[in-house]
């Protein structure tokens, strides 16, 4: 299952919850969430916390605009708007944290 | 002038994900025009409306953050950022396109108890 997150870690639960509510699968931070996966911040330990059971990615455009690219931590995968479909298309269904 | 007001802009969202910092931009432009005292405090996800290195080609979004550098121009040079937010973000003085000051949130509380009017967003 692919697990969508639009919101900044800081500002609202959707990230948290998604973490403690899902048992696996693929989760993938866009526009102000992006924000949970950049070094220093403190959503980051709670997302490597989380590598074990989920594949985390990242979509590179958002994170780009908000000037957070050098600060990606490691093992969040980067993704295009295409690797963004291909992620709906392989996943059986997908859930917006919203 | 004798009716100058204090006006302070409180900024808490990250941009881009709402309109939110925008919207305070050009507020803050107006107000500039009324040869106001005008201070702007970034706090919280505000913060992150001040990071160097902003491209939105891929977002297809106005990248509005080279305005903040040009708000010098119209006599705003009083910014203020929060160390709190910044520390928990993992943001250092230096990931500013802008100088700020920093301050504590119990000297941003007095600032804004200062102030004559105060606009958030």
């Not at chain 2, 107000?31 to 702007?40: C, G, H, P, R, W």
């Not at chain 2, 409306?49 to 010098?72: C, D, H, V």
């Not at chain 2, 949130?105 to 958030?120: F, N, P, T």
Request: glycine share 6%; charged share 25%.
């Amino acid at each position: 299952m692919l697990h969508i997150i639009n919101r900044s870690p800081f500002a609202d639960s959707a990230l948290e919850s998604c973490l403690n509510t899902a048992t696996g699968g693929d989760v993938l931070l866009i526009e102000d969430a992006v924000y949970a996966a950049t070094s220093g911040s403190a959503a980051a330990d709670k997302l490597r916390a989380a590598m074990g059971r989920f594949k985390i990615y990242v979509l590179m455009p958002d994170l780009d605009a908000r000037g957070m690219a050098d600060s990606l931590i490691e093992g969040v995968s980067p993704v295009d708007y295409g690797g963004f479909v291909d992620l709906t298309a392989s996943n059986k269904t997908c859930q917006s944290w919203l | 002038m004798s009716d100058v007001k204090k006006f302070m802009f409180v900024n808490r969202k990250a941009p881009y994900g709402t309109i939110y910092a925008l919207e305070s931009l050009e507020v803050v432009l107006i107000t500039a025009a009324f040869d106001q005292d005008v201070s702007l405090a970034f706090l919280d996800d505000g913060v992150y409306q001040l990071r160097k290195g902003q491209q939105t080609k891929g977002i297809e979004t106005k990248n509005f953050s080279p305005a903040y550098r040009a708000l010098e121009d119209y006599d705003i040079e009083k910014l203020y950022v929060d160390k709190e937010s910044m520390d928990a973000r993992g943001l250092t003085e230096e990931d500013f396109l802008v100088d700020v000051t920093v301050l504590s949130r119990a000297e941003m509380g007095k600032l804004m108890d200062e102030q004559d009017v105060v606009l958030s967003f």
